[in-house]
């Protein structure tokens, strides 16, 4: 798993970011940052923190989580044991059943997608999940930071991975009504009971229509 801070500059809030698959920091070069630190985890094929994770969370009097598509599930295993620390944590387009016919990806589409992948599946991806055409180029640009090998190789260790999870860390899940990854029936299926949800007409990338992680963190604090 690689890290990257998208930003720091001492602050005392931090937000503990976990991106989707086949996802680089350039995808979030647009975003910005008044009063948060954020620190973005990606490429999950060696799913481990680093080493010095606790000495940098230490380092602040708050902490929460956003974490967006299949790093839904991936922050809630790795995070799982702060779960009384976060100021909160919010899951957006993703669940913690990610590849179920009701409750996440159906599961003919996710086995398609991965016995079929190739650099045009892996653009054809990119460009869903987007609604406004003119984002459309700052993700297929982004999509070149990773080789294709290495973003296979990523779905493939989730084919292994993604089983439904028992415990839950998050407050809050974002869903959008335009998702045309994850349906947004079936996360409203899987959240409705469980967290406070906010369903809004954005796309998969939501990222477009939150460029502030403050914004997001407002969320991650007005369900928690």
Same mark, same amino acid.
Request: with cysteine.
């Given at each position: ?39 973005? &985890? ?10 010095? &994770? ?12 956003? !974490? ?23 899951? @957006? ?14 599961? !003919?589409? &996710? ?18 999940? @987007? ?21 296979? #190789? ?13 415990? @839950? ?9 335009? #998702? ?24 998969? &990338?939501?990222?477009? #229509? ?15």
């Amino acid at each position: 798993m690689q890290n990257h801070w998208l930003h720091r500059a001492n602050r005392s809030r931090l937000v503990i970011f976990f991106a989707g698959w086949g996802s680089s920091p350039a995808y979030f070069t647009h975003m910005s940052a008044r009063d948060c630190d954020v620190w973005m &985890f990606y490429d999950y094929r060696d799913a481990r923190l680093p080493d010095d &994770f606790e000495a940098v969370l230490a380092q602040y009097s708050r902490v929460a989580v956003v !974490a967006w598509s299949f790093g839904v599930w991936m922050a809630n295993r790795l995070c799982a044991h702060l779960d009384g620390r976060l100021a909160g944590a919010l899951a @957006v387009n993703g669940t913690l059943n990610p590849i179920d016919d009701r409750e996440g990806i159906p599961v !003919a589409i &996710f086995n398609g997608t991965l016995e079929g992948l190739s650099p045009r599946g892996v653009e054809k991806f990119n460009r869903r999940m @987007v609604l406004d055409q003119a984002h459309t180029l700052h993700i297929l640009q982004a999509a070149l930071h990773r080789p294709f090998d290495a973003v296979h #190789d990523e779905l493939t260790c989730f084919a292994g991975l993604l089983t439904a999870s028992e415990n @839950v860390i998050f407050t809050r899940a974002l869903i959008g009504h335009h #998702d045309r990854i994850f349906p947004a029936i079936h996360q409203v299926a899987f959240w409705q009971e469980r967290v406070d949800t906010l369903v809004t007409g954005v796309s998969h &990338f939501v990222f477009f #229509d939150y460029p502030l992680w403050d914004s997001l963190i407002q969320l991650v604090e007005d369900g928690h």
